[in-house]
């Protein structure tokens, strides 16, 4: 029989790209206030406790990808997006979700997207309220991108009609797509591909690509374009 591998789990790699690296100051949660404003019937401003009050806290075991190559599975606690967006109704004409942190860190995402990939307001990880470096108070992740499309230390979420570029959009990082290769999981010690879902989300992202790419390629050219005649 073979003897069972013994998993070391190794660290979570953290990074603060607003902090340039350095330690989040800390923040009192008793003074903390979520805000979510902008184009919606009901904006919001809540305490942690008027945040538990007023929305069901769920709990999901989920694996999240960051783009530098490794991911972690986590249990997962805190608010379903989808159910604070139900309270606040946004807009028809207002898609977007402008997410910025109370450090500067920004991102705006479709907010279809981010129901797809089962957003969350998250509190807590592994049972345990989120440390400074995880995150606390607050943290906007999503877990069918890479997490730089995730927000810690949320300060607030606008509903808008327009997209802004994020803080990594800014220097370069635009694609999201979690890649098919493996990547190294931290809580297993070893290289793993991606669920089926992401693989399968890539491969429609790379098939509308092409598709949009050749109707470019078959639209017929401008007088005026300068070709050669």
């Not at 890649?179 to 931290?186: L, T």
């Amino acid at each position: 029989m073979q003897p069972k591998k013994e998993i070391k789990e190794r660290k979570i790699p953290t990074f603060f790209y607003e902090y340039k690296n350095a330690e989040p100051p800390p923040i009192n949660l008793e003074t903390y206030r979520l805000k979510i404003r902008g184009t919606v019937a009901n904006p919001l401003v809540l305490s942690l406790k008027e945040l538990k009050e007023k929305f069901t806290r769920i709990k999901v075991s989920r694996r999240f990808y960051c783009v530098n190559g490794w991911s972690v599975e986590k249990l997962w606690g805190g608010y379903s997006l989808a159910e604070v967006l139900d309270f606040v109704e946004p807009h028809p004409d207002a898609p977007y979700i402008h997410a910025v942190s109370l450090g500067g860190y920004e991102d705006t995402s479709l907010i279809s997207e981010l129901l797809e990939g089962d957003a969350m307001l998250v509190t807590h990880m592994d049972e345990e309220p989120l440390s400074l470096k995880r995150g606390s108070p607050l943290r906007l992740m999503r877990f069918n991108t890479y997490q730089f499309k995730a927000i810690k230390r949320l300060d607030y979420l606008e509903i808008t009609s327009h997209h802004r570029p994020g803080t990594w959009q800014k220097v370069g990082y635009d694609d999201a797509t979690i890649q098919p290769y493996p990547h190294f999981a931290v809580d297993k010690g070893e290289e793993m591909l991606p669920e089926q879902e992401h693989l399968d989300r890539f491969e429609r992202k790379m098939q509308h690509s092409l598709m949009f790419q050749s109707s470019e390629d078959d639209s017929p050219e401008s007088p005026d374009s300068g070709g050669s005649k």
